[in-house]
Nanobody
Framework: QVQLVESGGGLVQAGGSLRLSCAAS????????IAWFRQAPGEEREFVVV???????YYEDSVKGRFTISRDNARKMVYLQMNSLKPEDTAVYYC???????????????????WGQGTQVTVSS
């Protein structure tokens, strides 16, 4: 069982930065792949980025070059540094965890067994 808690959301102007954090409770955190998804009002939840248990990452095209994911296994934390934020980045951001991912399914929310409660990010124009 894994519990995830996101933090770091807030209100920021376009072009600004935020760093989201995802704290995990799993005793074997290092074996989990961790992803960030986001959901804007009236929209489907969408994939943002994933970092594997080995530390490799994969980004959705619209955030490449602006967002950076990292993990600290000793602290059981995953971070999402978000720079050059745009109004279209406004959403609730969720972190999610799963042990068994393949390239084919890693962008699908159905692949993840554990979810946090989300943190709101609002980017004003």
């Amino acid at each position: 069982q894994v519990q995830l808690v996101e933090s770091g959301g807030g209100l920021v102007q376009a072009g600004g930065s935020l760093r989201l954090s995802c704290a995990a409770s799993a005793s074997t955190f290092s074996v989990y792949n961790i992803a960030w998804f986001r959901q804007a009002p009236g929209e489907e939840r969408e994939f943002v980025v994933v970092i594997s248990s080995r530390g490799t990452s994969y980004y959705e095209d619209s955030v490449k070059g602006r967002f950076t994911i990292s993990r600290d296994n000793a602290r059981k934390m995953v971070y999402l540094q978000m720079n050059s934020l745009k109004p279209e980045d406004t959403a609730v951001y969720y972190c999610a965890a799963d042990q068994d991912l393949t390239t084919a399914i890693m962008t699908s929310q159905r692949a993840y067994d554990y979810w946090g409660q989300g943190t709101q990010v609002t980017v004003s124009s």
